[in-house]
């Protein structure tokens, strides 16, 4: 099935030969992201990227994505500056906004905003967060990021253990991650939460419906063990109103946690931002030194899985592999102090 000129608003769109697809393609896009080659395939195309809720990575990552595939961007952010101050309604800024560009990017606070922008435009309409909905791009930046470190690892995406750590209920990442996870084959998920913010059971069920084994557990300690990836997230405190939460320094996963119960290989990932406010129990700091820590590779895989959803969604993924040449700026060859062994792995 073609992505052309279709709305993204669910993970689950995604089969494993779309998943297979876009990761090639993707994968021949890493260089463009880094600077070093250049494509302008979307020379002339306007993406609108409307961000109704608080966001850094996914507006500029999404942004980032489309300059760097030739096209230019319009945005906003917040509703203060909109005309839904005004009142207006999303299905009418989704009419307005559709004549304006060829793919809109939009985030929400809630879950159903995105099903009533996109039924208002033809013009396609990629989810970046609906409430505590979904957040495909970043299940498929994930998935992405999975692809490059097992391939580095030497290892399959069948049969994994994926432990999904924290705020489960309310974390829109994990919705859609999980989603991603069930299109391989013989998974072990792990959902690690307290009780109050577990994964919802209709996600616990599409898993163990497509033949994947699901753990629950409330117990950090135990499920990390043998785990092939800690995926952490950040308590969604804005989703609830004052209810206070138990959320124990357990779901801290710092060094300590990590040396003594994570593989030698895991991989430990989280969609970012983390909460590095003292008691956040959050994903520590005192990590940034361990090589398992793949969280800004995960941030630079972003760009590359999203640059091929946009190249695929308006029908120019054919057009990339005969576009590229190479780029005559100015780049360092790595981009964070620890990354030179990571740098290897391009596909170049
Ligand atoms: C996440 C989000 O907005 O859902 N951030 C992101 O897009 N990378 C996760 C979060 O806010 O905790």
């Given at each position: 099935m073609s992505l052309t000129g279709k709305h993204i608003l669910s993970s689950d769109q995604f089969?494993?030969?779309?998943?297979?697809?876009?990761?090639?393609?993707?994968?021949?896009?890493?260089?463009?992201?880094?600077?070093?080659?250049?494509?302008?395939?979307?020379?002339?195309?306007?993406?609108?990227?409307?961000?109704?809720?608080?966001?850094?990575?996914?507006?500029?990552?999404?942004?980032?994505?489309?300059?760097?595939?030739?096209?230019?961007?319009?945005?906003?952010?917040?509703?203060?500056?909109?005309?839904?101050?005004?009142?207006?309604?999303?299905?009418?800024?989704?009419?307005?906004?559709?004549?304006?560009?060829?793919l809109v990017v939009m985030r929400h606070?809630?879950?159903?905003?995105?099903?009533?922008?996109?039924?208002?435009?033809?013009?396609p309409v990629v989810n970046a967060g609906n409430g505590a909905g979904e957040h495909p791009t970043q299940a498929l930046l994930d998935t992405f990021t999975l692809h490059r470190e097992f391939g580095r690892l030497g290892k399959t995406m069948d049969g994994r253990r994926i432990a999904l750590v924290g705020d489960l209920l309310h974390g829109r990442t994990v919705h859609s991650l999980m989603k991603l996870l069930t299109r391989?084959?013989?998974?072990?998920?792990?959902?690690?939460?307290?009780?109050?913010?577990?994964?919802?059971?209709?996600?616990?069920?599409?898993?163990?419906?497509?033949?994947?084994?699901v753990e629950v557990s409330d117990q950090p300690g135990q499920a990390l063990r043998e785990a092939d990836v800690v995926y952490a997230t950040r308590l969604q405190t804005e989703r609830f109103a004052d209810k206070p939460v138990p959320y124990s320094d357990d779901f801290r996963i710092d060094r300590s946690l990590v040396e003594r119960v994570c593989r030698e290989d895991a991989v430990i990932m989280h969609p970012l931002p983390r909460d590095s406010r003292p008691g956040a129990n959050d994903l520590s700091a005192d990590l940034n030194q361990d090589p398992r820590l793949a969280i800004f590779r995960q941030t630079d895989a972003g760009i590359p899985a999203r640059m091929a959803l946009f190249a695929s969604v308006l029908g120019v993924a054919d057009e990339i592999r005969g576009s590229l040449r190479e780029a005559r700026w100015y780049r360092p060859s790595f981009t964070g102090p620890d990354d030179a062994p990571f740098y290897r792995n391009s596909t170049r």
């Open positions: 089969d494993r030969d779309e998943l297979e697809r876009l990761f090639e393609l993707a994968d021949v896009l890493v260089p463009v992201a880094r600077g070093e080659q250049v494509t302008r395939v979307l020379e002339g195309a306007v993406l609108a990227s409307l961000f109704f809720e608080a966001s850094t990575r996914t507006r500029l990552s999404c942004e980032s994505a489309f300059l760097r595939l030739g096209g230019a961007v319009t945005s906003t952010t917040g509703t203060g500056v909109t005309s839904i101050s005004k009142g207006e309604s999303l299905a009418d800024t989704a009419r307005v906004v559709g004549g304006y560009c060829d606070p809630e879950v159903n905003s995105i099903h009533e922008f996109a039924a208002a435009t033809n013009v391989y084959e013989k998974m072990t998920i792990v959902c690690v939460a307290p009780e109050e913010l577990g994964m919802p059971a209709e996600l616990l069920e599409l898993a163990e419906g497509r033949g994947h084994q």
